[in-house]
């Protein structure tokens, strides 16, 4: 048993050297394990911010149930844009006006011709015709980008003008 004893009284100062090493690598551990903890716990609240008391499968299925909303939402948000793209298509889009001279002895620029044309080139033209003693406003119809009617080449023109715009 005295063997043993001063066996260990000579190793003494390594054992106690091991010892403090352990201690030194178990707070590193610790302080370590205690910053993720911290991180996690940070996490946690971030999580459950603005709910008092309810367990995490409550708020999960809140924020599902939220997140199903948004999604509806987004759908009929989705719906409704494609509903006015449509509608805008057969809005006028393309616009084209022409002043002329209809008459060599009038004075200035004072008939017109005006082009509305929808996406489809669906439309109509608009010419007034003014004269000394009267004028004269009169429209024709376009579809897809033909008249039914002969048009002039005042009308030609502000059609054509109209129908080569994006």
Same mark, same amino acid.
């Given at each position: 048993?005295?063997?043993?004893?001063?066996?260990?009284?000579?190793?003494?100062?390594?054992?106690?050297?091991?010892?403090?090493?352990?201690?030194?690598?178990?707070?590193?551990?610790?302080?370590?394990?205690?910053?993720?903890?911290?991180?996690?716990?940070?996490?946690?609240?971030?999580?459950?911010?603005?709910?008092? @008391?309810? /367990? &995490?499968?409550?708020? !999960?299925?809140?924020?599902?149930?939220?997140?199903? %909303?948004?999604? #509806? +939402?987004?759908?009929?948000?989705?719906?409704?844009?494609?509903?006015? @793209?449509? /509608? &805008?298509?057969?809005? !006028?889009?393309?616009?084209?006006?022409?002043?002329? %001279?209809?008459? #060599? +002895?009038?004075?200035?620029?004072?008939?017109?011709?005006?082009?509305?044309?929808? /996406?489809?080139?669906?439309?109509?033209?608009?010419?007034?015709?003014?004269?000394?003693?009267?004028?004269?406003?009169?429209?024709?119809?376009?579809?897809?980008?033909?008249?039914?009617?002969?048009?002039?080449?005042?009308?030609?023109?502000?059609?054509?003008?109209?129908?080569?715009?994006?």
């Amino acid at each position: 048993m005295k063997g043993i004893i001063g066996f260990f009284s000579d190793l003494q100062p390594y054992i106690l050297m091991g010892f403090v090493i352990i201690i030194i690598i178990l707070i590193i551990t610790l302080l370590v394990v205690l910053k993720s903890i911290n991180r996690l716990e940070t996490r946690y609240r971030k999580l459950t911010r603005g709910i008092n @008391n309810e /367990n &995490l499968e409550k708020i !999960i299925m809140s924020y599902l149930d939220n997140i199903d %909303k948004v999604k #509806e +939402d987004t759908e009929k948000i989705k719906n409704q844009q494609q509903e006015i @793209n449509n /509608n &805008l298509k057969q809005c !006028i889009q393309k616009v084209s006006i022409l002043r002329y %001279k209809a008459f #060599e +002895d009038i004075g200035s620029d004072l008939s017109f011709s005006i082009v509305l044309l929808d /996406n489809s080139n669906d439309g109509v033209v608009l010419t007034g015709i003014y004269g000394r003693s009267d004028s004269t406003v009169y429209a024709k119809p376009i579809d897809k980008g033909i008249s039914r009617y002969d048009l002039s080449e005042e009308e030609e023109e502000v059609l054509y003008n109209a129908i080569k715009k994006q």
